[in-house]
Structures are given as C-alpha cells and as structure tokens.
C-alpha cells in the first residue's frame, strides 16, 4: 500500500505556470505507475497525465498536451506535474493517483491510490 501527498497549487494568472509534486510513501519498492487527474467545480474527475514506473513512457491528454509536462524522480519517490501557459479552463483540484504495475492508464478506475488533491485556480 502507499500513500500520495500533493503539493504545489495554487493561483496564478493565465499564461503562468505551476509544477505540482506527489510524494509516495509506504511500498515504494514495487514497481508503481502514476497519474494525474483534475476535477473541476460540477465535473466529473479526468485524466491529466500518467508515467510509467521507468518514466520512459508518458501519456497526456489533449486537452494539455504540449503544455503539461509529467516526470518522476524514484530516487525521491517523487512524481512532477509542470503545467505551463496555463489556461482559466484548467482550473481544478488535482489529483495523483498510482497502482502497482506498469503501463500508462488513463482511466479513474484503473487506480488504486489516490492523494488528498490540490487546488490550482488560473485567473483571466
């Protein structure tokens, strides 16, 4: 089991930037995936991004794709979110989330693990 605590929200106007952190604690010595997700005020939560355990293979969706940029650092048991140009629509709680396998998943579903979320709110 592991635990997922984000930080790194906050405001920021359009075009600005942010680099979310998910700390994972616990059985980190398993090979994990991870992603991330968002979940704005009325919708449902969407997939953002996702990494294998290597970090060789990243997955985004288009909706962010050549803006988001998703990393990891095993060493720190750390997986990044940069957001940049940042939009009012991607305004949202972000989530991290992971499961013991490798792959890129983009499904809520597909995830065991999920952090407390954290807020990110672009202004125009």
């Known amino acids: 089991q592991v635990q997922l605590v984000e930080s790194g929200g906050g405001l920021v106007q359009a075009g600005g930037s942010l680099r979310l952190s998910c700390v994972v604690s616990?059985?980190?010595?398993?090979?994990?995936?991870t992603g991330w997700f968002r979940q704005a005020p009325g919708k449902e939560r969407e997939f953002v991004a996702a990494?294998?355990?290597?970090?060789?293979?990243?997955g985004y969706a288009d909706s962010v794709k050549g803006r988001f940029t998703i990393s990891r650092d095993n060493a720190k048991n750390t997986v990044y979110l940069q957001m940049n140009t940042l939009k009012p629509v991607d305004t949202a709680v972000y989530y991290c989330?992971?499961?013991?396998?490798?792959?890129?998943?983009?499904?809520?579903?597909?995830?065991?693990?999920w952090g407390q979320g954290t807020q990110v709110t672009v202004s125009s």
């Open positions: 616990g059985r980190t010595s398993s090979s994990f995936a």
């Open positions: 989330a992971a499961r013991y396998s490798s792959g890129i998943y983009r499904a809520v579903h597909d995830y065991s693990y």
């Open positions: 990494i294998t355990w290597s970090g060789g293979t990243t």
